[in-house]
């Protein structure tokens, strides 16, 4: 199952720099993905989609789309499973700062956490929970729960057997539940503290958040909809409550603050180059997944490093070149998208390779 496929399976709530010295751009530039922005509303079936992209060399822009009014470049937004990419940045923060060790089992800091129904912290470590290759179930597609808490979120995991053994690579929301859990036990403060002390302020994102409990938008922002799976109707969940999805969900942000965190993480902005080698190593998971982040290759060749965001009412995708001089993060406003694993491989196509156009269509 590919990446694309398997962060939008999961259910509802979590189907779960320093960029050189030319001068942006900020005049109207139609880059070829803003063309072909249009498809994911004719063929994606989206009610509006909204892209921002940023390029820094020889012919630099900042260039953002809009299919229509529904989307504003300000507008705040639910950035579903993006908050991984955040999270894994604190944790190698902590590694290097030796707090931690990607080496170390769950069990050593948490002990008694993850034990019974054929789940064994002492063999789980918390590379394992990085690279999603722990085994552990993943809560969020457990229909009949719906925990509050991280802590809440394991026990419903552990109510079943794992998935595969520890070292198979399958994406589950439980490896981020217990990561929150891990940098609360090290640090003595939430997840959300350390990611807004280490991330959001350096990079002054200043409109990214973590709500906690507060099921309402910061302003501004738009509406959010998700799909009847029965008759097809846009039903409106701007409101929320983002506890389930926690550590491994939770974010909110926009589009210029997605493009300036993962501009500014693969630039070396915040990690060492020992520790953003290790973020980027994909052996583990036979080059599908990093430690919070992931490949993908176009059909020119180019890879692209980021991470796709999938909840309610909200689906966002950031690609980043490996040097961080260009990105471009894309939404919508409902979690269903049509066709995604064509039409978002040919959206990145059209951005990324040189001569791919509004009609590339990339691999599937």
């Known amino acids: 199952m590919s990446i ?3 962060l939008l399976a999961a259910p509802l709530v979590l189907a779960l720099s320093v960029l050189g010295t030319a001068t942006l751009s900020s005049e109207p530039h139609l880059t070829p993905a803003a063309a072909y922005l249009p498809r994911l509303v004719a063929e994606g079936g989206a009610p509006t989609a909204a892209l921002l992209a940023r390029r820094a060399s020889s012919a630099p822009y900042d260039t953002y789309r809009s299919t229509g009014p529904g989307i504003r470049r300000a507008d705040r937004f639910r950035a579903g499973s993006i908050t991984k990419t955040f999270l894994a940045t604190v944790v190698l923060q902590l590694a290097r700062e ?40 993943d809560y969020t597609a457990d229909p009949s729960a719906h925990p509050l808490s ?71 922002h738009g509406r959010a909809y998700t799909r009847d799976p029965d008759d097809g109707s846009l039903r409106d969940v701007t409101v929320l409550d983002p506890r389930t999805a926690g550590p491994a969900g939770e974010l909110i942000s926009t589009l210029d603050d997605l493009n300036r965190f993962y501009a ?10 020992a520790q953003l080698a290790v973020l980027l190593n994909t052996r583990a998971t036979h080059g599908v997944y ?16 980021g991470h796709n965001g999938h909840i309610s009412g909200s689906y966002v995708r950031t690609a980043t070149t490996r040097d961080g001089r ?36 990339g691999p599937a």
Not at 264 to 273: D, H, I, K, S, Y
Not at 334 to 357: I, K
């Open 290 to 305: 990093g430690l919070g982040i992931y490949p993908q290759k176009l059909s020119c060749g180019i890879t692209v490093w």
């Open 4 to 6: 694309l496929r398997a």
């Open 150 to 220: 991280a802590a809440a979120a394991v026990r419903v995991a552990l109510a079943h057997r794992p998935t595969g053994a520890p070292g198979h690579y399958a994406y589950s929301n439980t490896n981020y539940a217990v990561l929150g859990l891990v940098v609360q036990r090290v640090t003595g403060h939430g997840y959300a503290t350390e990611i807004r002390n280490r991330v959001i302020t350096p990079l002054r994102l200043t409109g990214t958040s973590l709500p906690g409990a507060r099921t309402a938008l910061p302003s501004p």
């Open 264 to 273: 500014a993480l693969l630039g070396g902005r915040l990690l060492a180059p």
């Open 326 to 361: 260009h990105t471009l993060t894309y939404r919508i406003d409902t979690d269903t998208l049509a066709d995604a694993e064509t039409l978002e491989p040919s959206l990145l196509d059209a951005e990324f390779c040189p001569g791919a156009g509004a009609g590339s269509r």
């Open 98 to 137: 030796r707090r931690l060790h990607l080496s170390d089992p769950v069990e050593r800091l948490l002990p008694g956490l993850v034990r019974g129904n054929g789940n064994d912290g002492r063999r789980i470590t918390l590379r394992a929970l990085l690279s999603h290759t722990s085994g552990l179930y």
